[in-house]
């Protein structure tokens, strides 16, 4: 549990114990550092890596915002206030959907806290979008206008303990390619007590469904700002970031390694964890080439 303003944030360490991480992981929305744990595991071989729980998502008490909640910035400025207080040096950045342009945004607004970036099928929408987000009331109206939105409004929020848990969600939407292990460990930070003396999700159906519509945030605009390494996977199908996009991502950012996961879906870190251990660690491995070279 590491103070920020206003809160803790939470997570786990993987690697030997080291004053400064070389690696730090962003989840999905919805999800927590917890479920990661069986990718990111390995990579405590050689590296030191912080995976954290981002606002209103596992066991971070910082408070989730309802009510005008309609960028991810506030979560790029929670994790600056965490590298701030907690780290001494430039980290990689890793983060998967959601995590993948929270880290984006960040090495934009503070360059001189990241050394590199893994961008794990980052959300990078067609440039068409971020305008339309601008017009008045947008976010608060694509909540009810996208699945992903109105399907996280209607999920089931409490369950009477984690066996009945662990039994709802496997097999089930999104999960049906986590393997039993990785559904035990959503299930073990993603569900805290209810006051009815049961469990509920650590990241409610309504936070969940804002944060999926809360796109006040473009990266087409901040991404010539970005001058780290980058390392970026996207998904053979169901990516969001489109073939075209990644195009135009290349176009104005030539440098950056651009592989495409056939087969895998969105859910690449549980579908392929190999393939995203490798990027993560090109990407530290690129960071301290840097680092050297720019230090």
Known sequence: MLDV???????????R????????????????????????????????????????????????????????????N????????????????AGHSLGGTVALLLAAKRPDLVASLALIDPVIAPLGF???MELPLAPLLLRGAIPLARNAAKRRA????????IQAFTGRGIFKTFSPEMIEDYVADGLVADA????????????????????RNNPWAVLRGVHCPIVLLRAGRDSTLRLESAHRFAALKPETHIATIEGAGHMLPMERPDRVR??????ALLGRRGTREFG
């Not at 409490?158 to 848990?165: I, S, V, Y």
């Not at 490798?278 to 990407?283: G, P, V, Y």
């Open 196 to 215: 009815r003396g049961g469990l509920k999700l650590a990241c409610s159906p309504a936070y969940e469904s804002a944060t999926f519509a809360a796109h």
């Open 158 to 165: 409490r369950f009477p303990d984690h066996e009945a848990a």
């Open 278 to 283: 490798a990027a993560i660690e090109s990407a």
């Open 78 to 93: 929670d994790v600056i206030a965490l590298l701030e207080r907690h780290t001494a040096a430039p980290v990689t950045l």
């Open 5 to 15: 303003p206003g809160g803790q944030i939470a997570g786990l360490v993987f690697g």
């Open 130 to 132: 971020y305008a339309l």
């Open 17 to 76: 114990e080291a004053p400064n991480p070389d690696i730090v992981f962003l989840h999905a929305t919805g999800f927590n550092a917890r479920t990661y744990r069986a990718m990111i595991a390995p990579l405590g071989d050689r590296f030191t890596v912080w995976a954290i729980d981002l606002r209103g998502h596992g066991r971070t008490t910082l408070s989730p915002r309802g009510f005008g909640y309609s960028s991810w910035r506030p979560h790029r």
